[in-house]
């Protein structure tokens, strides 16, 4: 797995979504943000994250699509349940995945984070395939951008967002991804 000058990871698959635009300047990503998402909630394998990410979801396909189908979200990367890598929009540009948010006392975390998705629920626990998926792309991220942390959505977000969860393994992600917290 390797992080092109573009933005792209080499082994991933490309999804561009419109939904993301320029970092602030000055800002470079040094923040790894971690979610977790199912669409359908709790269903696993389906095209509805894709779908979601790149304005494609149809509302008429679940009845919980009917009030996010209006959304304009996406994530940089989509790690699946089986470890397969989705990315969505290029390391060099602002994801929208984190909203209002703040770390160590800075705000607009989309300025200098990159966002990854993660195929679950804050109920139960994440695979062996995506922890190793993680690992991988924070190699390969880590080779290229000046990433310093990774913190979850829950974190940046307290008391509006809970991913990724009670069940993500704090201490295997940071060792795994050789970031601090």
Not at 29 to 54: D, K, M, W
Request: charged share 20%; glycine share 8%.
């Amino acid at each position: 797995m390797e992080l092109r000058a573009d933005g792209w990871v080499k082994g991933a698959l490309q999804l561009p979504s419109p939904n993301c635009d320029e970092r602030s300047p000055g800002c470079v990503p040094e923040l790894l943000v971690i979610h977790n998402i199912s669409l359908p909630p709790y269903r696993y394998g389906g095209a509805g994250v894709e779908q979601l990410f790149t304005n494609r979801l149809d509302p008429a396909e679940h009845p919980y699509y009917q009030g996010i189908h209006q959304l304009r979200v996406s994530a940089h990367f989509f790690i699946r349940r089986d470890g397969q890598l989705l990315q969505f929009v290029p390391t060099g540009k602002r994801a929208w995945h984190a909203g209002v948010s703040s770390w160590r006392g800075r705000e607009k975390c989309n300025d200098f984070s990159i966002g990854v998705e993660m195929e679950g629920c804050d109920f139960e626990p994440f695979s062996e395939a995506q922890y190793r998926m993680l690992a991988a792309l924070s190699a390969a991220l880590r080779k290229r951008l000046p990433l310093i942390a990774v913190t979850g959505h829950e974190h940046i977000a307290p008391g509006r967002k809970t991913d990724p969860g009670p069940f993500f393994d704090w201490a295997r992600a940071q060792a795994d991804c050789q970031l601090a917290n």
